[in-house]
């Protein structure tokens, strides 16, 4: 991928600010219509929170650890990648290996290795056998939901969802949380908390998070497994940037857009940091809402104040610590079985919860992805990435805070992996101020809005904006965080923009689910 900061062209059909996966997904994909594209991206690579970065001998993925769809699957939308990657013509360019089991969770006394496919249940169930009747029922209603929701269109309200027949659970589950259904079906508050230890997938605890959002993630890595993709996800990144180059879109890193031009509230094109004005009738933007519209377009520029004021009052995602290590110790052998654990110090979600939003490091994910591809770090060696959710203004200076922080998660990821602080062979760590840095998301959030039900479904931000010729795509917009879902979003884009319908290309078992 060449790098250049200049535009080629005075001219584009359409111009994508952000390079992140939901971006790129908008731009090969609109590309691939016949458009002529720009992405115009800050960073010396395009990913996002998907790319990858080398320190000395070991490779670390920033932020994604596994995704689903990688392979051929039975309903639309789980096999996204594949699809996308396949319509792209660039499916040899990533290797992708299945994740088994799917994940792990770690309670206090408790640990349980979870598999994809029918084993999902029957794990749990052996674990909780006065609940399997309950846990047969929600499965059925996670699946059945699941499916309606792979059949939203790229553009619906909630007033077109209730005119809609065949979306009866979404219509009544639209603002349902992960804890009241849990509650409706089941009764052991221990199952409960096991059956949701992957909320920080969402962000917010069961009692928060929407129950629609959580059952396609659910789903979709029980029904189709999780995969890692080998040599890291900057492959996947890679292979949708050359979907896109291949289709002679260009690329432009380390550059910046100063301002979105308008026009009486029409785009009309972009005006790059380096002075340069590039016209085109439409713009997607992958950046931050509030900073596309205060500092890019201007509110002055903006007719709808409603739809300012609505921005403003949305809530963003909480932030993330983040902690990279390889270590020496054979930690397949000491007992850390999945590429992923779900670490908890309590069983209570609430409670973890309120503390994340005090500054404690719990909560943690802990990934090893060397179990599965041993070649991102030296013979005998193996990295281990842990994540703590935390809020961005939890303290005044995360310069200072920042060694207490990472010696707490060091200190709570060695529950998991004994003896782990004495066998570190490489630490470097980064905190939601680094996560604002690399991506100017608004707090340095990771998932765009709360995945909360007022702000999920159809109650998400839409991809169209009120000026004429503007798009979001990307994990502010729906169907909300996680590499399935910016990608779907980025379809969902390309769809709005050409007027064809590419998720029915793609996949036509999705349309007539």
């Known amino acids: 991928m060449g790098v250049r900061t200049d535009a080629s062209q005075d001219r584009y059909d359409v111009i994508v600010i952000g390079g992140g996966i939901g971006g790129l997904a908008a731009a090969a994909t609109l590309a691939e219509t016949g458009r002529k594209v720009l992405l115009v991206?800050?960073?010396?690579?395009?990913?996002?929170?998907?790319?990858?970065?080398?320190?000395?001998?070991?490779?670390?993925?920033?932020?994604?650890?596994?995704?689903?769809?990688?392979?051929?699957?039975?309903?639309?939308?789980?096999a996204l990648v594949d699809g996308l990657l396949s319509l792209l013509k660039v499916r040899d360019r990533c290797e992708f290996r299945k994740v088994d089991p799917l994940y792990g969770v770690a309670f206090p006394g408790f640990r349980l290795e979870v598999p994809s496919g029918p084993g999902w249940l029957d794990a749990h169930a052996e674990r909780f056998p006065h609940e399997r009747?309950?846990?047969?029922?929600?499965?059925?209603?996670?699946?059945?939901?699941?499916?309606?929701?792979?059949?939203?269109?790229?553009?619906?309200?909630?007033?077109?969802?209730?005119?809609?027949?065949?979306?009866?659970?979404?219509?009544?589950?639209?603002?349902?949380?992960?804890?009241?259904?849990?509650?409706?079906y089941l009764d052991d508050p221990h199952l409960k908390a096991v059956l949701s230890a992957l909320w920080p997938y969402v962000g917010v605890p069961p009692s928060r998070a929407a129950f629609s959002f959580w059952a396609i993630m659910l789903m979709s890595h029980v029904d189709l497994g999780g995969y890692y993709c080998v040599a890291s996800f900057q492959r996947l990144v890679d292979a949708l940037a050359s979907g896109l180059t291949d289709r002679g879109g260009e690329i432009l890193l380390r550059s910046s857009v100063r301002r979105i031009l308008v026009d009486e509230n029409r785009v009309t094109g972009v005006q790059l940091d380096n002075g340069q004005r590039v016209s085109a009738p439409v713009v997607v933007s992958n950046v931050d809402p509030l900073q596309t519209f205060e500092e890019l377009v201007g509110t002055e520029q903006v007719a709808d104040r409603a739809y300012l004021a609505h921005l403003r009052g949305l809530q963003p995602s909480l932030s993330a610590a983040v902690l990279y290590l390889a270590t020496d110790l054979d930690v397949a052998q000491d007992g850390v079985l999945a590429h992923e654990t779900f670490l908890y110090d309590s069983w209570d979600h609430d409670d973890s919860y309120r503390r994340i939003l005090r500054g404690e490091a719990t909560a943690l994910s802990v990934t090893v992805p060397t179990l599965v591809d041993p070649e991102l770090a030296p013979a005998g060696q193996h990295l281990v990435v842990a994540t703590a959710l935390v809020p961005y203004d939890a303290v005044t200076s995360w310069r200072g805070a920042k060694p207490a922080l990472e010696s707490a998660i060091l200190e709570q990821v060695g529950t998991l992996i004994p003896g782990l602080s004495?066998?570190?062979?490489?630490?470097?760590?980064?905190?939601?101020?680094?996560?604002?840095?690399?991506t100017l998301n608004l707090s340095g959030s990771i998932y765009g809005w709360d995945q909360t039900p007022e702000q999920s479904g159809t109650d998400r931000l839409p991809h169209r904006t009120p000026v004429e010729g503007l798009f979001l795509s990307g994990h502010w917009t729906q169907p909300g965080g996680g590499v399935q879902s910016v990608l779907t979003s980025g379809i969902h884009t390309a769809e709005l923009v050409s007027g064809e319908n590419l998720m029915a290309a793609l996949f036509p078992a999705l349309r007539s689910a």
């Open 133 to 184: 009747h309950g846990l047969r029922r929600l499965q059925r209603l996670t699946r059945l939901l699941a499916r309606e929701v792979l059949t939203i269109p790229a553009e619906m309200s909630t007033d077109d969802l209730d005119a809609r027949d065949d979306l009866a659970l979404l219509r009544e589950h639209r603002t349902s949380t992960v804890g009241e259904v849990f509650d409706r």
């Open 422 to 438: 004495e066998r570190v062979r490489f630490r470097e760590g980064g905190t939601p101020r680094t996560m604002e840095r690399y």
């Open 41 to 78: 991206e800050r960073h010396d690579r395009a990913g996002g929170y998907g790319h990858a970065f080398k320190r000395r001998k070991y490779t670390f993925d920033s932020a994604v650890h596994m995704i689903t769809g990688a392979e051929p699957g039975p309903l639309g939308g789980a």
